[in-house]
């Protein structure tokens, strides 16, 4: 299994410039998952999807943060315009509801974005 | 309150020893806890979860929960220069997929 995957790995933009990050969850997965790590917030949620459909964008941090999953295997956030404070690591994740209601999140390898 | 709170570290424990992670958590219907790793500059991994009241072990890693303390721990025994990293512990409350992460301890292993 590939794993999740993400790209680009690294992106430096300028303020107001549109950013695209993408994502492709493990194949079978049924959610996934948006999150920003900075260091002074940790890690926060900013969206999930579970069969494509949003269920839950109440970490969106505002109207210029927008998510998509056109189909099961890719996503999209898309930031516009960007600014220096969207600066940060952006992961996606993915899982598949197991036993019991059980749900482990698998994590991709990130993308580490800059807005000078 | 954050929902998950963690001791803020950094804990440096010398080669060998245990090292202890503490996570409480704030919704007392929490039913599903876990344990990340992340090593600097990369994404977190799994490496322990628990549902159930008491211990569970992995290899050197044991994951301790008491749910009416509302308390989940994590040991490592026999700390090794490669366990050094930020430990997230993570909160899934009951009907509801996603995680609340807290803010992450970070161990130093001293060879």
């Known amino acids: 299994d590939a794993g999740v995957i993400q790209s680009p790995r690294h992106e430096v933009t300028e303020m107001g410039q549109e950013v695209t990050l993408r994502c492709k969850p493990i194949?079978?997965?049924?959610?996934l998952f948006w999150y920003r790590q900075t260091m002074m917030r940790g890690l926060e949620l900013l969206i999930y999807f579970n069969n494509n459909v949003p269920i839950d964008d109440s970490g969106m941090p505002e109207d210029r943060f927008s998510a998509k999953m056109p189909n099961a295997s890719f996503s999209t956030l898309k930031i516009q315009p960007s600014e220096p404070r969207d600066s940060a690591v952006y992961f996606c994740a993915s899982s598949r509801l197991g036993g019991g209601g059980k749900n482990i999140q698998y994590f991709g390898a990130g993308t580490r974005l800059s807005v000078l | 309150q954050k929902e998950v709170e963690q001791n803020s570290g950094p804990l440096s424990v010398p080669e060998g020893a245990i090292a202890s992670l503490n996570c409480t958590y704030s919704?007392?219907?929490?039913?599903?806890f876990f344990w990340y790793r992340q090593y600097s500059g990369k994404s977190p991994e799994l490496i322990m979860f628990?549902?159930?009241?008491g211990d569970k072990e992995d290899g050197r890693f044991t994951a301790q929960l008491n749910k009416a303390s509302q308390y989940v721990s994590l040991l490592i025994r026999d700390s090794q220069p490669s366990d050094s990293a930020t430990y997230l512990c993570?909160?899934?409350?009951?009907?509801?997929?996603?995680?609340?992460f807290g803010a992450g301890t970070t161990v130093t292993v001293r060879a």
């Open positions: 194949s079978g997965h049924d959610y």
């Open positions: 628990i549902y159930s009241n």
């Open positions: 993570a909160v899934n409350a009951p009907n509801d997929y996603k995680l609340s």
């Open positions: 919704d007392r219907g929490s039913q599903s």
